[in-house]
């Protein structure tokens, strides 16, 4: 096979040929179709061959339905994987899928530009993007059990009415308080996950009110607590300090997925997801960015048992509520 010709060659040839045009009148016509050959040719091979050629981009919808079928047999390999060795090379392999749907995503519009799945799966979505902690793909593991809480919120919801009169009494309050921080309003489901709404429940621990504060904690944002008054039970002022609470546990556990991790440090303790944070931080690469995100952590089986109850608690009982439109009501 050769390789593409020298330009100079070829006007040398052509300078040659001219010249003996200019000598001998009779040739010149077959002269003249020589130097025409030669230019014909020397443009051909001057153009890039077919192996050459730059491959065609394929189109966005094909690339993102293949990286969809990737990302699904990854999922499942993962959820089936035995061995926690083998479980970053695999999970490095879906990075690389998800990236390619989104960069097809990017490229396409509406519906088809979103990732696969059913209505809960959209709504699902739409609630985590709220609390800054969307993801391309959901562990199926994790989605699975929303909609497991989703059908039963919705059974319990419907003969539930003093549980939801207790949730539209102190939803403005609680809401009010998170919205002078900037906090989102989803939040606002741990007072339900923690006291069903009651601002005077008390657990066996010693935890009081609608935010199940703890005494010290309580005291360390302003509440009263003694023998004679308790502000723990007041709704507003315990949304206060809790709202706060949390304001503070976004800004130490700020990052990927910050506000996941301030849910579960709320419901765990800050000290523990704290220091599993600073342990996987210390980690090789452990500072990179999207390592400790959330939901790659709960692939790798390194989050605490507690991510799998409170977490799809709250969002379920959200897109329960966005199913209503009665969010607060």
Same mark, same amino acid.
Request: charged fraction near 30%; aromatic fraction near 4%.
């Given at each position: 096979? =050769?390789?593409?010709?020298?330009?100079?060659?070829?006007?040398?040839?052509? =300078?040659?040929?001219?010249?003996?045009?200019? &000598?001998?009148?009779?040739?010149?016509?077959?002269?003249?179709?020589?130097?025409?050959?030669?230019?014909? +040719?020397?443009?051909?091979?001057?153009?890039?061959?077919?192996?050459?050629?730059?491959?065609?981009?394929?189109?966005?919808?094909?690339?993102?339905?293949?990286?969809?079928?990737?990302?699904?047999?990854?999922?499942?390999?993962?959820?089936?994987?035995?061995?926690?060795?083998?479980?970053?090379?695999?999970?490095? &392999?879906?990075?690389?899928? +998800?990236?390619?749907?989104?960069?097809?995503?990017?490229?396409?519009?509406?519906?088809?530009?979103?990732?696969?799945?059913?209505?809960?799966?959209?709504?699902?979505?739409?609630?985590? !993007?709220?609390?800054?902690?969307?993801? $391309?793909?959901?562990?199926?593991?994790?989605?699975?059990?929303?909609?497991?809480?989703?059908?039963?919120?919705?059974?319990?919801?419907?003969?539930?009415?003093?549980?939801?009169?207790?949730?539209?009494? +102190?939803?403005?309050?609680?809401?009010?308080?998170?919205?002078?921080? #900037?906090?989102?309003?989803?939040?606002?489901?741990?007072?339900?996950?923690?006291?069903?709404?009651?601002?005077?429940?008390?657990? @066996?621990?010693?935890?009081?009110?609608?935010?199940?504060?703890? /005494?010290? %904690?309580?005291?360390? $944002?302003?509440?009263?607590?003694?023998? =004679? +008054?308790?502000?723990? %039970?007041?709704?507003?002022?315990?949304?206060?300090?809790?709202?706060?609470?949390?304001?503070?546990?976004?800004?130490?556990?700020?990052?990927?997925?910050?506000?996941? $991790?301030? *849910?579960?440090? $709320?419901?765990?303790?800050?000290?523990?997801?704290?220091?599993?944070? *600073?342990?996987?931080?210390?980690?090789?690469?452990?500072?990179?960015? #999207?390592?400790?995100?959330?939901?790659?952590?709960?692939?790798?089986?390194?989050? @605490?048992?507690? !991510?799998?109850?409170?977490?799809? /608690?709250?969002? !379920?009982?959200?897109? *329960?509520?966005?199913?209503?439109? %009665?969010?607060?009501?």
């Amino acid at each position: 096979m =050769t390789g593409p010709r020298d330009p100079s060659a070829h006007a040398k040839l052509a =300078t040659r040929l001219a010249r003996r045009a200019s &000598r001998h009148p009779l040739a010149a016509a077959g002269i003249v179709l020589a130097i025409v050959l030669a230019v014909s +040719v020397f443009g051909l091979a001057g153009r890039p061959g077919p192996a050459q050629r730059e491959p065609r981009a394929r189109e966005p919808r094909a690339e993102k339905r293949d990286a969809d079928r990737d990302i699904a047999a990854l999922e499942a390999a993962i959820a089936a994987e035995a061995d926690p060795a083998r479980l970053p090379a695999l999970l490095a &392999r879906l990075d690389d899928a +998800v990236g390619r749907a989104e960069q097809a995503s990017a490229l396409l519009e509406g519906d088809a530009a979103a990732p696969p799945g059913d209505a809960l799966d959209a709504e699902l979505h739409r609630v985590l !993007a709220h609390l800054d902690a969307d993801s $391309y793909a959901i562990p199926p593991s994790f989605s699975a059990r929303v909609r497991e809480l989703v059908a039963r919120f919705e059974r319990e919801g419907e003969r539930d009415q003093r549980g939801r009169d207790a949730q539209a009494a +102190v939803w403005p309050i609680i809401t009010a308080e998170l919205a002078a921080l #900037g906090l989102p309003e989803e939040l606002a489901y741990l007072a339900g996950i923690e006291s069903h709404w009651d601002a005077q429940a008390r657990s @066996p621990a010693g935890a009081v009110g609608l935010w199940q504060l703890v /005494r010290s %904690t309580a005291v360390s $944002y302003g509440l009263r607590v003694d023998d =004679t +008054v308790d502000e723990r %039970t007041d709704a507003r002022k315990s949304s206060h300090a809790a709202a706060q609470h949390l304001a503070d546990l976004l800004a130490e556990l700020g990052g990927d997925d910050a506000a996941l $991790y301030a *849910v579960l440090a $709320y419901n765990q303790g800050a000290n523990r997801t704290r220091a599993r944070l *600073v342990e996987l931080a210390r980690a090789p690469d452990g500072w990179r960015r #999207g390592r400790r995100a959330f939901f790659r952590l709960q692939r790798l089986r390194q989050l @605490p048992p507690e !991510a799998m109850i409170v977490l799809p /608690r709250l969002l !379920a009982a959200a897109i *329960v509520d966005q199913r209503r439109g %009665t969010r607060g009501k």
